[in-house]
DNA sequence: CAAGATTGAGAGTTCAATCTTC
DNA sequence: GAAGATTGAACTCTCAATCTTG
């Protein structure tokens, strides 16, 4: 699982200048926001942000060590970005970077066992306000948002 | 009109790990992240980023100077962004900070004209988009996003 | 020359600590 | 002391440039 919307971003959702209009989009955008929020303090209990859990959560999913390219891949941002979560992670003990004997240019990172449990913290978390989020949301609003959201793409 | 919601965040949108409820979430997360960059997009066409068009927008909306404190109450951030915000805004000369001779502790963000110009051409990016948005999600499932919305504030 | 990773600079955000003013 | 603003440190992210390896 990948969860890169889960940054702090709160800037553009207060009032709206335009017009009637606007409140569509910004309305959307405040509650992803209001969303994002509360996936943040989950993983927060857990000792992890939104993009460490995510990076975790590859490792486990892959079962073996990811090139940081590959993750970059995964979720969706730049290599660049990698190279200093990776470094974050690592200065933590959450992950270590191993060097790939086939190809040398490649970096590796593999999750460790403290690494393995936070995950494991992380996913909880996220099971529980899964569950909450299911119970608030009907199934019908359910298909409108996957309307929704197949619009917007 | 206000717009937080548009910063670059993608690190919480790619794979489901846990299981299918996930998926509501992240792609509701993932869905959003996609219009913020669009909101983004559009709003880069008029030499401006989301934080920056929410400040000139705010004081383009009070019709007035407004205090840091007040602007990052209005944007839901913390002071200290909006220190920070306002000096990046003062170099492009779009605002500039005036003292406040009844309350010497204040310090106001004045709109110039440039930052006037630049508001409107932003605030035209956007409402081309909302024309755009509109037109690809009928109103019945705007009626579903709002519920949406509500439920999950 | 391509691809993988890193570095440096900059935007945006938060928090904690500080300074001035009330 | 409390409120307004600022500063410094940290995190997340992007882009452009560089280095190593293929």
Redesign the pocket.
Known sequence: MND?A???????TSASPAGPTDQSIFALLGAAHALEARVEDALGRAG?????Y?VLNELVAAGKPL??????GK???????????????E??GLVR?VS?P???????AEITDAGGERQRDGATEIARLHVEFAAKVGAEDRAALERLLSALQ
Do not use: F, H, Y
């Open positions: 890169s889960v940054a702090t971003e709160n800037t553009l992890l942000s939104g993009p460490k995510a090139s940081l390219s590959e993750l970059a979720l969706s941002c730049v290599k660049s970005n990698m190279t200093q979560l990776v470094d974050r992670l200065t933590e970077r790939c086939g190809d040398r240019r490649l970096v590796k």
